[in-house]
T-cell receptor
Framework: SQELEQSPQSLIVQEGKNLTINCTSS?????LYWYKQKYGEGLIFLMM???GGEEKSHEKITAKLDEKKQQSSLHITASQPSHAGIYLC???????????WGAGTKLIIKP | KAGVTQTPRYLIKTRGQQVTLSCSPI?????VSWYQQTPGQGLQFLFE???????NKGNFPGRFSGRQFSNSRSEMNVSTLELGDSALYLC???????????FGSGTRLTVV
């Protein structure tokens, strides 16, 4: 099983609707990263969360890290076609200079 | 400022050949990490370099190697290519752990 569980695997949302993607770890995280990827391209940085209870927002995207630093959510408000893509969470365990990744959530926005 | 530059963007190689991929980090970033992305395995860590030293290596065979130069540019090499090496190879640069990672556009390697 994945060290970092991401859900749902895919999501089809009507344009204008809100949605949430979750990322869960069995271990405490040093940091949690959210990235967006268009098919076959590089990763676009969205948010980095490091403190328990931290919440960050940028435009219509809000990311939260729970107090235990084991679960994060990414919330998109009033979705737009530009939000379509694959969302990936990456976890920093703080000791070995690498990120562990979730399997990704494929987001499709229906007009 | 310029982002992370990976070259080439696309490569087609034959089984048994070797390949070298290049990554130029953001100016001032001394850490460079490499990841392999495939539909079946997702993103897998290959290795990380800092100031020309490999600090960590993922669970890949010895055919996968890398290095970092004094200007922080990094290369990764895959020898004796196999069909299963077909993937998107991504490089990320960082100023250090916990300081964020910026990814390049990737190199799409196809082995035929």
């Amino acid at each position: 099983s994945q060290e970092l569980e991401q859900s749902p695997q895919s999501l089809i949302v009507q344009e204008g609707k809100n949605l949430t993607i979750n990322c869960t770890s069995s271990k405490t995280l040093y940091g949690l990263y959210w990235y967006k990827q268009k098919y076959g391209e590089g990763l676009i940085f969205l948010m980095m969360l490091q403190k328990g209870g931290e919440e960050k927002s940028h435009e219509k995207i809000t990311a939260k890290l729970d107090e235990k630093k084991q679960q994060s959510s990414l919330h998109i408000t009033a979705s737009q076609p530009s939000h379509a893509g694959i969302y990936l969470c990456g976890a920093d365990r703080g000791s070995n200079y690498q990120l562990i990744w979730g399997a990704g959530t494929k987001l499709i926005i229906k007009p | 400022k310029a982002g992370v530059t990976q070259t080439p963007r696309y490569l087609i190689k034959t089984r048994g050949q070797q390949v070298t991929l290049s990554c130029s980090p953001i100016s001032g970033h001394r850490s460079v990490s490499w990841y392999q992305q495939t539909p079946g395995q997702g993103l897998q860590f290959l290795f990380e370099y800092f100031s020309e030293t490999q600090r960590n290596k993922g669970n890949f065979p010895g055919r996968f190697s890398g290095r970092q130069f004094s200007n922080s540019r990094s290369e990764m090499n895959v020898s004796t290519l196999e069909l299963g090496d077909s993937a998107l190879y991504l490089c990320a640069s960082s100023m250090g752990q916990g300081l964020g990672y910026t990814f390049g556009s990737g190199t799409r390697l196809t082995v035929v």
